[in-house]
């Protein structure tokens, strides 16, 4: 089956440092993948997507580029900023008919000041 | 643009008790499904519809029902609420299920404590 592995959290940063969150995958199909984010008390938004091999997604300075050799989805931003504190989840969709998100476990990221 | 809606946000039950949990959505979007969210276990899906009539499990059905009377709304019951089910709950929807690169749009979700 399909399942999604995520570095274990929580992260703690200082402002401006660099973030990397690291996302591996097993599929049964082609995956698309997908960041999303939990903000407090928040539902998940999606923060980037990449559908096929070497695409990169981005979004408000994060990016995650699509690793097909290595099963990988890593997500990163040079400078992070107090306001990206959140629960991060890397996810995929399978492309093998299947309707259901598998999520990895979530990592939380606390950016101080 | 309402997007999907959940109610209650915060809810308290005794054992036993049963409930519903109440998602719609104004995209008219096809596809829905209800997550439960557990500190250190991610997001786990309970039941997923892909049209109004169609449901199926997830990977954690057991103490829950749905229906999907309608394309808006996939409500989720409690049928005797047992204190493993203290959660925080997601409803999502997608426009297409069978399409890959569908994004998923999720509700506030709603806490919900067994005691």
């Not at chain 1, 990163?76 to 309707?99: I, N, T």
């Not at chain 2, 500190?39 to 199926?56: K, Q």
């Not at chain 2, 049928?79 to 506030?108: H, I, M």
Request: hydrophobic residues 30%; proline residues 4%.
């Amino acid at each position: 089956g399909d399942s999604v592995t995520q570095m274990e959290g929580p992260v703690t940063l200082s402002e401006e440092a660099f973030l990397t969150i690291n996302c591996t995958y097993t599929a049964t199909g082609y995956p698309s993948l997908f960041w999303y984010v939990q903000y407090p008390g928040e539902g998940l938004q999606l923060l980037l997507k990449a559908t096929k091999a070497d695409d990169k997604g981005s979004n408000k300075g994060f990016e995650a580029t699509y690793r097909k050799e290595t099963t990988s989805f890593h997500l990163e931003k040079g400078s992070v900023q107090v306001s990206d504190s959140a629960v991060y989840f890397c996810a995929l969709r399978s492309g093998a008919g299947s309707y259901q998100l598998t999520f990895g476990k979530g990592t939380k990221l606390s950016v101080i000041p | 643009n309402a997007g999907v809606t959940q109610t209650p946000k915060f809810q308290v039950l005794k054992t036993g008790q049963s409930m519903t949990l109440q998602c719609a959505q104004d995209m008219n979007h096809e596809y829905m499904s209800w997550y439960r969210q557990d500190p250190g276990m991610g997001l786990r899906l309970i039941h997923y519809s892909v049209g109004a009539g169609i449901t199926d499990q997830g990977e954690v059905p057991n103490g829950y029902n749905v229906s999907r009377s309608t394309t808006e709304d996939f409500p989720l019951r409690l049928l005797s609420a047992a204190p493993s089910q203290t959660s925080v709950y997601f409803c999502a929807s997608s426009l297409q299920g069978k399409v890959r690169n569908t994004e998923a749009f999720f509700g506030q979700g709603t806490r919900l404590t067994v005691v």
